[in-house]
């Protein structure tokens, strides 16, 4: 017998430390799927691969702003979308913005697990 699969939808973020220039790396993930009520995130960025990009970006502060887009996703009560529904928040993160961090667009799938998808989709698409 196979395993119930539920959708989900997952939207990569990005890392762009110049913004004029458009150049971006992978630091994370996004993964909402409104059948188990689940929002995640992983979020990794890669110092070399930055530096690579940008040479004067700052790590520290870039990684302190992707574990607080991780903070919306794990605690209701934490950011902008403090209070608002999973849907809602994942909305709220993945709209498009003109920042130095950028969801990607928004992507389905199947799943029996998110959490397990969040893993699997960080190892794929971020990971080096």
Request: aromatic residues 6%; glycine residues 8%.
């Amino acid at each position: 017998m196979t395993e119930q699969r539920y959708p989900f939808e997952y939207a990569v973020l990005r890392v762009i430390p110049r913004v004029e220039r458009g150049e971006s790396i992978n630091a994370g993930v996004l993964v909402y799927c409104h059948r188990l009520d689940y929002l995640g995130s992983r979020v990794h960025l890669d110092p070399d691969r930055l530096r690579a990009l940008d040479p004067t970006a700052d790590p520290a502060a870039i990684t302190s702003v992707l574990h607080s887009v991780a903070g919306t996703c794990s605690d209701p009560a934490v950011g902008p979308a403090a209070g608002q529904s999973l849907g809602q928040r994942f909305r709220w993160l993945t709209a498009p913005k003109s920042t130095v961090i950028q969801p990607g667009p928004v992507h389905t799938g199947l799943t029996t697990d998110p959490a397990a998808e969040t893993e699997r989709l960080l190892r794929l698409l971020v990971l080096p």
